[in-house]
């Protein structure tokens, strides 16, 4: 057997089936290899160290993608089909409507949401940062979108209307601390997927499906954040963020679907499949972390309840 498979083989049988570990490594490498960084004599060690780890994530993404293939092949291929079907993901997609945001709107007291916050921070990917990364090459009229989009998330110029900063705001007021070893690794698995995405071309249209589906599924449940921060009394700082992406996300959705989406598919039709399989596996990472979530958050009558 060559050298090559066996190492493959080696990888699969220890990493790649133990999700926890593999996805809090990806998330150190991650945050390692973003972070903006000076020349080293170890340069050829962490060679060496990108190239296993760029194994690590591309089994996870094809591992992942194996779930939504034929669901993916389903999509139209026509432009008005493909935006209608897409435009239904926010009602029929994985992890749509979950009851964990109703309860968080309604029910859950100050140390349930500040753990809810402290997951939902340390799993952050940074959309401005995955926007401006996913652009690169893409036909002018999408990248003009996402430039737009990207200009949005910088607060259009103004520091105090940065969105990245406005979440560092909101931990920093309410004193959170968020790591890579106290999150959920299926809140980790969703930044790496993203991340993975953005920072691959060979999946850059599944990070423009995956990218617009965020933006299309996300007002609904920010909205219902915002609720219950201020049910809980929660200061404006903190509410800032997800009050401001229940209405921007709206506009930003019918802008992705009109400008990215549709001009992608006209253009190529064949681009429809991964466009679909990069929203679809966004979902089925938000609906694990939704179910993990609820695991921590909830008693196990009320599990129970939700189940029926």
């Known amino acids: 057997m060559p050298v090559e498979n066996t190492a493959r083989q080696s990888f699969s049988a220890g990493e790649i089936c133990d999700p926890e570990g593999l996805h809090r490594q990806l998330a150190q490498w991650n945050h390692k290899r973003l972070e903006p960084q000076s020349p080293t004599a170890r340069w050829q060690d962490d060679l060496r160290e990108e190239a296993r780890m760029r194994w690590l994530e591309g089994a996870w993404i094809e591992t992942l993608r194996a779930e939504v293939t034929l669901r993916a092949q389903a999509a139209p291929r026509d432009v008005d089909g493909f935006a209608a079907w897409f435009e239904t993901l926010a009602a029929t997609g994985p992890g749509q409507h979950d009851p964990l945001f109703a309860w968080l709107a309604r029910h859950a007291g100050p140390d349930e949401m500040n753990w809810f916050l402290t997951q939902e921070a340390a799993g952050e990917a940074g959309f401005d940062d995955l926007v401006a ?8 009229e999408a990248k003009l979108e996402l430039a737009r989009n990207y200009w949005d998330e910088m607060g259009r110029g103004n520091a105090g209307g940065m969105h990245g900063p406005m979440l560092d705001r909101a931990v920093a007021e309410l004193r959170l601390t968020p790591t890579i070893d106290g999150t959920r690794w299926e809140s980790l698995a969703l930044a790496n997927t993203l991340t993975a995405f953005s920072t691959t071309r060979r999946y850059a249209w599944h990070a423009v499906g995956a990218l617009g589906v ?3 599924t996300a007002p609904g449940r920010v909205a219902q954040v915002a609720k219950g921060l201020k049910r809980l009394g929660y200061p404006p700082v903190v509410r800032k963020y997800f009050e401001l992406h229940a209405m921007l996300d709206i506009k930003h959705a019918e802008d992705w ?7 992608l598919v006209a253009e190529d039709p064949s681009r429809a499949p991964m466009l679909a399989e990069g929203a679809l596996m966004r979902l089925i990472c ?3 972390c939704f179910d993990a979530y609820r695991a921590h958050l909830w008693s196990p009558s ?3 309840m939700a189940a029926e």
């Open 133 to 140: 990364m996913a652009q690169v090459k893409l036909p002018a």
């Open 214 to 216: 965020v933006e299309l």
């Open 257 to 263: 679907i009109a400008n990215v989406l549709r001009p």
């Open 286 to 288: 938000g609906a694990r």
């Open 302 to 304: 009320a599990l129970h």
